[in-house]
T-cell receptor, first 115, second 113 residues
C-alpha cells in the first residue's frame, strides 16, 4: 500500500481480555517496528522484525505480549490478559533498509483503552 | 545504551517567528543518524529532517534546519516563519545501526496566531 496501515484505529477492551493489533507495512519494506506511546510520553520500543524474524524482543514488557510477522508483510501484536497499564497508543513503522537509516514510515497507531 | 533527552516539555511561539527545540543524546558510537519527527493530533509520526553524523554540514528542509554539534552531542531543530500547522509534538530520535530508533520524550510546540 501507499502507507503503513494499522487496525483497529481505536480499541476499548475489558481488563483480562486478549487483543490483537494489526499492522500492514509499505509493500517491500523489509523491517517492521512496534512502539508503545503512553499518554503525553515518548515512544517506547517493543519489538522489530527483519523479514519474518524478530532478532530483538527485549522491549516486550512482559510475557503477555507477543508479536509475529508473516510473508514479510502483515504483523500482529497480541496482548493477553490485558491490564489497565497496557492502555496506550501502539505505533507500527516500517523501513526499506534494515538499519532504518533513512527514517521510518509510521502508521497512525491503535489507541488501546483497557477498562 | 543510547539515550536521547529533550529538556523542553512545552514551548510556544508566535506565528511567523522562529523557535528552536533542543535535543541532546549520549552514545559511544562515531557514526549514527539523527532525526526529528513531528506528531500532530492525528497521531501519525512524520519525518521532518535527518542528519548523518559523519556530515558536518547541517541539514535543511525548507523552513526546518538543524544545528548539529557532534562534540557536544547536541542536535537542535530550528523552525523559521512558524505556521499554525507546525503545532504538534516534536520528537528527536537516534539510530546507530542498532536497527531501532531511540526517541526522546518529546516537546509540545504551540504556534499562536
Amino acid at each position: 500500500g501507499a502507507g503503513v496501515s494499522q487496525s483497529p484505529s481505536n480499541k476499548v477492551t475489558e481488563k483480562g481480555k486478549d487483543v490483537e493489533l494489526r499492522c500492514d507495512p509499505i509493500s517491500g519494506h523489509t523491517a517492521l517496528y512496534w512502539y508503545r506511546q503512553r499518554l503525553g510520553q515518548g515512544l517506547e520500543f517493543l519489538i522489530y522484525f527483519q523479514g519474518n524474524s524478530a532478532p530483538d524482543k527485549s522491549g516486550l514488557p512482559s510475557d503477555r505480549f507477543s508479536a509475529e510477522r508473516t510473508g514479510e508483510s502483515v504483523s500482529t501484536l497480541t496482548i493477553q490478559r490485558t491490564q489497565q497499564e497496557d492502555s496506550a497508543v501502539y505505533l507500527c513503522a516500517s523501513s526499506l533498509d534494515i538499519g532504518g537509516y533513512y527514517g521510518y514510515t509510521f502508521g497512525s497507531g491503535t489507541r488501546l483503552t483497557v477498562v | 545504551a543510547q539515550t536521547v533527552t529533550q529538556s523542553q516539555p512545552e514551548m510556544s511561539v508566535q506565528e511567523a517567528e522562529t523557535v528552536t527545540l533542543s535535543c541532546t543524546y549520549d552514545t559511544s558510537e562515531s557514526n549514527y543518524y539523527l532525526f526529528w519527527y513531528k506528531q500532530p493530533p492525528s497521531r501519525q509520526m512524520i519525518l521532518v529532517i535527518r542528519q548523518e553524523a559523519y556530515k558536518q554540514q547541517n541539514a535543511t528542509e525548507n523552513r526546518f534546519s538543524v544545528n548539529f554539534q557532534k562534540a557536544a552531542k547536541s542536535f537542535s531543530l530550528k523552525i523559521s516563519d512558524s505556521q499554525l500547522g507546525d503545532t504538534a509534538m516534536y520528537f528527536c530520535a537516534f539510530n546507530n545501526a542498532g536497527n531501532m530508533l531511540t526517541f526522546g520524550g518529546g516537546t509540545r510546540l504551540m504556534v499562536k496566531p
